[in-house]
């Protein structure tokens, strides 16, 4: 499975200027947007082998916001940032039933992609 092109779009606010659409302030709703789309793709990596942000500077929901020789970092990028150390990463299935070893967790089995 492929998601090409996610993003958020949230309807114009009022603005004369009509670029305004297209550059939109970055907020932590897009971060938590994007938290959450990265962490469903992490989490379903065995059916999601592509998942492109939309845009990447200068328009909707970009990591990076640039003005001139100015440039912001938005919360999108600070998401991106915590989760890049998943990239070509290998998701081990953890399913720990506490009731039946309290305090108890085995040693990691990488063959099998679990904790025994």
Not at 32 to 61: D, H, P, T, Y
Not at 77 to 97: P, T
Request: glycine share 2%.
């Amino acid at each position: 499975m492929t998601f090409d092109e996610w993003s958020t779009l949230y309807d114009e606010e009022s603005n004369d200027d009509p670029i305004f659409l297209f550059r939109q302030q970055n907020t932590l709703r897009d971060a938590l947007v994007a938290g959450l789309s990265l962490n469903i793709f992490n989490n379903n990596c065995e059916r999601v082998k592509m998942a492109n942000i939309s845009q990447v500077i200068n328009i909707l929901q970009a990591m990076i916001l640039t003005e001139g020789k100015k440039i912001v970092l938005t919360p999108s990028y600070h998401v991106f940032e915590m989760f890049k150390v998943h990239h070509n990463s290998i998701l081990l299935s953890l399913d720990h039933n506490t009731f039946d070893k309290p305090n108890e967790v085995g040693p990691i089995d990488f063959k099998e992609n679990k904790i025994t």
